[in-house]
């Protein structure tokens, strides 16, 4: 090689091309150096990944002083994931979509969001035991579905809720090096849920929740109504509750009373798929029955209020939780169920923001 110089310095081109040669020669034996490596290193990682589970599990838990049925209900109830929940918090403006009903075994809500942190996934309610466990489905956009329980152990006047999340990581090695972060990316937020939890629970001991929403005891300060009366099926009670107060509201106009309170209706029983359903509004100033229009009056008195968020269809299930927590206080329900619509349906479409006040009469 040395001899060949005093050639090359005669021929520039040459030489030029024999350096460029010479440069690109050792560069290639550079890169084939570094992807030995990579392939190297490649291989030593998936070996390692190998050994690591693949399945991955966080659990955080906290000791609540409250009965178990009020943090389980904050939690079955998904509409009230918002007061607790440390995801909710993260984007003000994500956008939430419930099923109707929002609670239960079925139930889910689905989330979109531009904030990376948020993204958009879905969480369903696949088992639901009362007191005992949920157990929830959790799909986030681009991955594989999770599972996600809540565990609830009564102990005295306590009780221990322990939150639970298990993934798989699939066959891919690599893929199970996310394990190791697995639970300080997820326990932090787990341990702030839990705390919120505690908080809304153990401040609600004079607030209580039935069927996941607000309820407190008023006194009822009495009232004169005009109702119709009728048995009817579960397909056409909509559309006869409509008709009927539109007759309620036009005799009140022509005996020239005034509306008082929203419009309500007295749900006397249940048979099947028949109800025996009273359309009431309640008034001032001095009405005539008329034909099937007939007077009422009811007492002044102490009654529990259950704040129901939804579709009128869905207002029964609160009914039985309601009984209930009356039998938990020492008291009884007396009389039929009011229920109070208080949201106008034709000025809001939106079944979820509409406000029904479910009464019941107690002693």
Do not use: C
Request: charged letters at 25%; aromatic letters at 12%; glycine letters at 8%.
């Amino acid at each position: 090689m040395a001899g060949a110089l005093p050639f090359f310095k005669k021929h520039k081109k040459l030489k030029t091309a024999f350096v460029s040669f010479t440069l690109k020669f050792q560069r290639m034996k550079i890169v084939k150096k570094v992807l030995i490596v990579l392939v190297g290193l490649f291989i030593i990682l998936n070996g390692i990944g190998l050994l690591l589970p693949r399945e991955v599990k966080v659990e955080r838990s906290v000791v609540i002083k409250s009965a178990p049925t009020v943090p389980f209900h904050l939690i079955n109830e998904l509409k009230a994931w918002k007061e607790w929940s440390p995801w909710h918090k993260l984007d003000t403006n994500a956008v939430w979509t419930f099923s109707e009903p929002a609670s239960g075994k079925g139930a889910w809500y689905s989330w979109a969001s531009e904030n990376k942190n948020v993204g958009k996934g879905k969480l369903t309610l696949m088992e639901v035991k009362p007191d005992e466990l949920i157990s929830t489905k959790l799909e986030f956009d681009g991955m594989e579905p999770s599972k996600a329980e809540f565990l609830f152990e009564k102990n005295g006047d306590e009780v221990k809720v322990t939150w639970t999340m298990e993934a798989d990581l699939g066959a891919f090695p690599l893929a199970r090096f996310f394990g190791l972060f697995f639970d300080s990316m997820i326990g932090p937020d787990y341990e702030k849920g839990l705390a919120s939890l505690k908080q809304l629970s153990e401040n609600q001991t004079n607030l209580p929740r039935i069927g996941g929403f607000e309820a407190e005891f008023r006194d009822f300060p009495g009232l004169d109504y005009i109702g119709i009366r009728e048995k009817v099926s579960s397909e056409v009670i909509g559309q006869k509750m409509g008709e009927w107060y539109s007759t309620l509201s036009a005799e009140l106009s022509k005996q020239g009373a005034k509306i008082n309170q929203a419009p309500f209706s007295i749900n006397y029983s249940a048979s099947g798929n028949v109800f025996d359903i009273e359309a009431a509004m309640g008034y001032t100033g001095t009405i005539t029955e008329n034909g099937q229009i007939k007077k009422g009056h009811l007492d002044a008195g102490k009654v529990l209020v259950v704040k129901y968020y939804g579709d009128y269809m869905n207002t029964g299930r609160i009914y039985l939780p309601a009984f209930e927590f009356l039998s938990q206080q020492g008291m009884k329900a007396t009389g039929a169920p009011l229920e109070f619509y208080v949201t106008d349906p034709g000025m809001e479409k939106d079944t979820s923001k509409w406000l029904t006040e479910i009464i019941f009469r107690a002693q």
